[in-house]
C-alpha cells in the first residue's frame, strides 16, 4: 500500500512491503528516474514534507542559496530572486532534468558529502529528501555547516524513521525496484548537527493520511543555524 490517498494519482510513493523489490542504490535509481522525475511535489509525502520545510525557510531574495541533494530542482525553482542559487546532486541526469527548468541557477554534480563549494559562501541551505539516502549523517551536515557562513540557516529533511519500523519503501514507476534509504532516528541527527557545529532551532514531524486511513509521521524536517 502506498503512503497516501487509498488510490495514488502518482507514479511514486513510499510503500509498504509486501513483495519482495529490487533495491536500488540511490545514484542508479535517480538515474532511471529522471526523465519521469518532475520538480514539484508529486506525491503525498512529498507535499506534507513542502508544508513543513517552507515556513521554516527564511527570506531568500538578494542572497545566496544552496539546495543540496537538489534533484531535477524542485526547491530551486522557489530560489529564482536569490543572489546566487546552486543546486549540488551526485546525479548527473537529475541534474539535467533541472537545468532544462532552470537554466539560471548554477548547477554542480558532486556528493552533498565533499561539494567543491567554497566555505562560508552560503546564507541558506535546504537539503530535502536526501540525507536519507547516506548512511549516517555526520559528513552530510558537517559538510553543509562549512558552507553556510556564521548565522546561515539550513533546513533539512529525511523520510520519518517511523517508516523503517512500518516496512515503506521508496519505490520507483516501475513498481520493481525501490530506493534504498536509511531510517536516521532524531536524536542522529541532534548529535551530527551538535558536532557539525549547527544550532537546532526548530523540529516538525507532519503528518500524512495513510492508505489504512490513519495520520502518522511521514517526514521529520529539521531547522539549525550554524553557530557563530
Known sequence: ??????RPTTRSSLRVRRRRLKLLAPREAYARWAADYPPVAHNE????????????????????????GCGTGRYLSRFHDASRAVGVDNSPQ???EAGRAF?????VVADVRAMPLSDASFDVAVCGLCLGHLPTLDAPLAELARVLV????????????????????????????AVEWTAHAYEDHHRAARAAGLVVDDVREPRGLTSDGSRRPLVLVVRAHRSY
Not at 103 to 107: G, I, N, V
Not at 150 to 177: E, I, M, N, Y
Open 1 to 6: 500500500r502506498s503512503v497516501g490517498h487509498r
Open 45 to 68: 509525502l512529498m507535499r506534507t514534507e513542502e508544508q513543513a520545510v517552507l515556513p521554516l525557510l527564511p527570506i531568500t531574495s538578494g542572497r545566496s542559496v544552496l539546495d543540496a
Open 94 to 96: 537529475m541534474l539535467a
Open 103 to 107: 537554466p539560471w541557477a548554477e548547477l
Open 150 to 177: 556564521p548565522g546561515g540557516v539550513l533546513v533539512w529533511s529525511c523520510f520519518h524513521p517511523f517508516g523503517a519500523w512500518a516496512g515503506w519503501q521508496r519505490t520507483l514507476p516501475d513498481g520493481k525496484h
